[in-house]
């Protein structure tokens, strides 16, 4: 990779490249000659680029081996996080220090191919069937090198359960870290605990448009996974909050409100039952069960104040909305673009149109 003079690097950069990795010393350097090769390329033809390595409390030297293989290269940007906090927040890491208009995260275990970079960010720029670019390009990996049991069974059921719960169906393979995405979707994101595979899902409910692309994926050159079965149940976890966050963060009285309707409808249904064994109906040998003795005027009871709280619980959670929004100043929306009778229109930006604005003399 051939250094560029640091006024360069401080300019504004097309792509930013971010690689979490833990315990990876045998496979940085190669890493990031095969990254230098490919960009290299598209650095000769004006695009400017850096690539941001994250070390995820790596106990082993893989710090050493970025620092000397990368050294007197001002587009490489080392970053050393104090303990192991987990992909998703070495990603996160990344994403906050990255300057580019487009971001790409990447494994850095040598298994995504470093040659779908240009690919993916090419894909950004394509108009498909949305009106419009795209601004998230996800990777297939299509034919994947994983062991079947422990890496491929267990993703493929994660990743229609996903699919059927985001409704992201233009999604194959939320696991693949390879992804291209523009800066503007991350920006207010803030990604836990193992949430970076649904981060597709997350801009998509704030309004991105969002297509897939088959990535090549190689097999483990070095070391083992770290990721396991385990890891499943942490997933499924995060998924539910998923899941709500993006169906009810402006309003969680709905949610809260339907369980309350439910345990209602529940109650109402054993106090009738209840009513009706007083006649004698619905009982052994059709004797009468008064009410003070059915356990189903109990169940009533139980199943209402359950469903009085879920109430409480709803109110309670649209009053922290409103604090978390009005708080940090954040709507609860997400504009794409604004544009005014004063804007011209560039061929460049596809759906941009010239549209007067109303004013009071109108």
């Not at 640091?6 to 190669?30: C, F």
């Not at 993916?120 to 299509?142: F, H, M, Q, T, Y």
Request: glycine share 6%; aromatic share 10%; charged share 25%.
């Amino acid at each position: 990779m051939t250094p560029r003079s640091t006024a360069d690097s401080r300019a504004s950069l097309d792509v930013s490249i971010v690689v979490p990795v833990y315990n990876e010393q045998e496979s940085v350097a190669k890493l990031y000659a095969q990254i230098a090769e490919v960009m290299d390329e598209r650095a000769a033809a004006g695009d400017a680029y850096e690539v941001l390595f994250i070390s995820d409390g790596s106990w082993d030297d893989t710090v050493g081996a970025l620092r000397e293989c990368t050294a007197g290269d001002p587009r490489v940007t080392v970053i050393e996080l104090m303990r192991n906090f987990g992909q998703t927040a070495a990603t996160a890491a990344g994403f906050d220090h990255a300057r580019g208009k487009v971001i790409v995260p990447m494994d850095g275990d040598l298994q995504n191919d470093p040659a779908d970079i240009p690919r993916l960010v090419a894909k950004l720029d394509e108009n498909g069937d949305a009106p419009g670019k795209w601004d998230i390009v996800s990777g297939w990996r299509k034919e994947r090198q994983d062991k079947l049991l422990s890496r491929r069974f267990p993703s493929i059921i994660a990743n229609r359960l996903i699919k059927k719960l985001t409704w992201t169906t233009e999604i194959h393979d939320f696991g693949c870290s390879m992804k291209a995405y523009r800066r503007k979707v991350l920006e207010d994101v803030t990604i836990y605990g193992e949430m970076h595979r649904f981060l597709p899902a997350i801009c998509k409910w704030r309004g991105a448009r969002i297509t897939e692309m088959v990535v090549n994926h190689r097999a483990r050159e070095f070391g083992a996974s770290k990721y396991g079965l385990k890891r499943t149940f942490k997933v499924l976890l995060d998924l539910l909050t998923v899941k709500f966050l993006g169906d009810y963060l402006t309003k969680p009285i709905y949610f809260f409100g339907k369980l309350a309707a439910g345990t209602f409808a529940v109650a109402f249904a054993s106090l009738f039952v209840a009513l009706i064994q007083k006649f004698g109906w619905l009982t052994e040998h059709n004797s009468p069960v008064m009410l003070n003795d059915n356990i189903f005027v109990l169940f009533a009871m139980m199943t209402f104040l359950m469903g009085v709280i879920f109430l409480m619980m709803g109110v309670l959670s649209e009053l922290m909305v409103r604090i978390y929004h009005e708080s940090q100043n954040r709507p609860p929306y997400k504009v794409r673009d604004v544009f005014t009778a004063a804007t011209p229109t560039n061929g460049d930006t596809p759906g941009q149109h010239s549209t007067p604005r109303m004013t009071d003399a109108a």
